[in-house]
């Protein structure tokens, strides 16, 4: 009877050592499957990541562009008036010195 509880008892282990192995089995493969999809969502993730940032480099040089352009356009036109304000000054002072100089001819007669 001995003999019989014990190879029992034996069987038992052995079935349940093969349940563990295979629960375990299981177990692995479940966390692979698991490892797999984050390591996907991480991809995911890191490619959406790196698309915003060449997305926000391509607007930040568009923006940068603008921003020459611009200031060309402002530098040309204060250049411009600074030329017209200089070129108004100088026939002023045509004009003062004419003037002067037939006020200066009146105050002789």
Same mark, same amino acid.
């Given at each position: ?28 493969? /479940? /966390? ?22 060449? /997305?926000?480099?391509?607007? /930040? ?49």
């Amino acid at each position: 009877m001995r003999k019989l509880i014990i190879a029992s008892m034996a069987a038992a282990a052995f079935s349940l050592a093969a349940c563990s192995e295979k629960a375990q089995e299981e177990t692995s493969e /479940a /966390a692979g499957a698991v490892a797999d999809d984050a390591a996907a969502a991480g991809d995911a993730a890191a490619e959406g990541a790196a698309d915003a940032a060449d /997305a926000t480099a391509d607007a /930040a040089a568009e923006a940068g562009a603008a921003v020459e352009g611009a200031a060309d356009k402002a530098g040309n036109a204060v250049e411009g008036t600074v030329n017209a304000a200089g070129d108004a000054a100088a026939k002023a002072g045509d004009k003062i010195a004419e003037e002067t100089k037939k006020a200066e001819a009146n105050d002789k007669k």
